[in-house]
């Protein structure tokens, strides 16, 4: 993982993180019109079109949301054609950061490396109820 430089830096480096993240928010609120290139297609788009990740330093990733679904979705098929390529006995779910048995997770073939997903069956379903809300409230409030 990356680490951002800026956090252990002078109080200049300090401020220019805050700014950062300023700026950021601007962008997703839609107050600023920035754009990148995808470092994949060099195609210059939009900032919304690309996913956030918070250790880059502009707080998204290098490849475009088209170019990172195209290489999931490769990635997936050829995870599902090999199987699994590791195995796995436990691990630590990216949510409550606690290390559980595989059995606590999810069976997601193709998903991940070991073919089970990134979060505990209890924070998945979390995550699910709190989609499907997310997503009944927009329905609503597009009626
Ligand atoms: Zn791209
Ligand atoms: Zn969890």
């Known amino acids: 993982m990356e680490i951002e430089k800026t956090t252990t830096e002078t109080?200049?480096?300090?401020?220019?993180?805050?700014?950062?993240?300023l700026r950021h928010m601007l962008i997703m609120n839609g107050e600023i019109d920035m754009n990148k290139v995808c470092t994949n297609c060099k195609v210059d788009k939009d900032y919304k079109y690309f996913y956030k990740q918070s250790s880059a330093k502009d707080k998204l990733?290098?490849?475009c949301k088209v170019c990172m679904d195209e290489a999931f979705k490769r990635?997936?098929?050829?995870?599902?054609?090999?199987?699994p390529s590791i195995i796995r006995d436990a691990k630590?779910?990216?949510d409550c950061n606690t290390?559980?048995?595989i059995?606590?997770?999810?069976?997601?073939r193709g998903y991940s490396?070991?073919?089970y997903g990134s979060y505990c069956k209890p924070c998945w379903v979390k995550r699910t109820v709190k989609s499907q809300k997310k997503s009944?409230?927009?329905k609503l409030s597009n009626q």
């Open 136 to 138: 009944n409230a927009k």
């Open 103 to 108: 059995n606590q997770f999810f069976v997601k």
């Open 11 to 21: 109080t200049c480096g300090v401020y220019a993180l805050i700014a950062t993240d």
């Open 113 to 115: 490396a070991d073919g």
């Open 92 to 94: 630590v779910c990216q």
């Open 75 to 83: 990635k997936s098929a050829e995870r599902l054609a090999n199987g």
């Open 61 to 63: 990733q290098h490849w």
């Open 99 to 101: 290390r559980k048995p």
